[in-house]
């Protein structure tokens, strides 16, 4: 069925590097793209967003990178930072002639000082 | 701004209780969306409105469910007879846009615990 997907649950990046969280997609009409931050306790909170007439978008310290070739989209974070921390969704939100809402298992990101 | 606000914070209540979960969106926000969030399955979705009217409630698990949407600045989830497999967090979210290609703001949920 479509699904929405990440590569790997957990990444582990010391401070100030660069990290990639990369997400896997089924759906070839899917045309727009979401990218959120969960940290402990909250709920989810948007990052980007990338429509797919788009292959890549920056954002303050972060970059999406949509390849429809592949279905593939990834987030950059840069010179990442130990709030940084948290669990990343990649996400296609509900349309109305669709109706679902779709978000991928995450990928906790874990930044060591 | 007042983002999407959710009570109660926190729920603990024994199972065959009736549970009521409170939400008021972004004033403004035409789009309301239930989802529940556990470890086994992720952020799933439940139900969402558009205008208050429910568009899709095919997540909703099973009867016990039911949520409404009286007016654009309050919606309630229900689970009417609770059960310990409702244990979950649960997250209301709001967006302005009724097509989908909008993001969508979280409250910060209601963790709801069935004994």
């Known amino acids: 069925g479509e699904s929405v997907g990440l590569h790997l649950p957990t990444l582990s990046v010391q401070e100030g590097d660069n990290s990639i969280i990369n997400c896997a997609y089924s759906?070839?009409?899917?045309?727009?793209f979401i990218w959120y931050k969960q940290e402990s306790g909250k709920g989810p909170q948007f990052i980007i967003d990338?429509?797919?007439?788009?292959d890549k978008r920056q954002g303050q310290r972060v970059t999406v990178l949509l390849n429809k070739t592949v279905k593939h989209l990834s987030l950059q974070i840069a010179a990442t930072q130990p709030g940084d921390s948290a669990v990343y969704f990649c996400?296609?939100?509900?349309?109305?002639?669709?109706?679902?809402?779709?978000f991928g298992d995450g990928t906790t990101l874990t930044v060591k000082p | 701004d007042a983002g999407v606000i959710q009570s109660p914070r926190h729920e603990v209540t024994e199972m065959g209780q009736e549970v009521t979960l409170r939400c008021k969106p972004i004033?403004?926000?035409?789009?309301l969306f239930w989802y529940r969030q556990t470890m086994m399955r992720g952020l799933e979705l439940l139900i969402y409105?558009?205008?208050?009217?429910?568009?899709?409630d095919s997540g909703m698990p099973e009867d016990r469910f039911s949520a409404k949407m009286p007016n654009a600045s309050f919606s309630t989830l229900k689970i009417q007879p609770s059960e310990p497999r409702d244990s979950a967090v649960y997250f209301c979210?709001?967006?302005?846009?009724?097509?989908?290609?909008?993001?969508?703001?979280f409250g910060d949920g209601t963790r709801l615990s069935i004994l």
């Open positions: 979210a709001s967006s302005p846009g009724g097509g989908g290609n909008q993001p969508q703001h």
């Open positions: 759906n070839s009409a899917s045309d727009y």
């Open positions: 990338i429509r797919s007439n788009m």
């Open positions: 996400a296609e939100p509900p349309h109305a002639n669709a109706g679902k809402s779709t």
């Open positions: 004033s403004g926000h035409n789009s």
């Open positions: 409105f558009n205008n208050n009217v429910p568009i899709d």
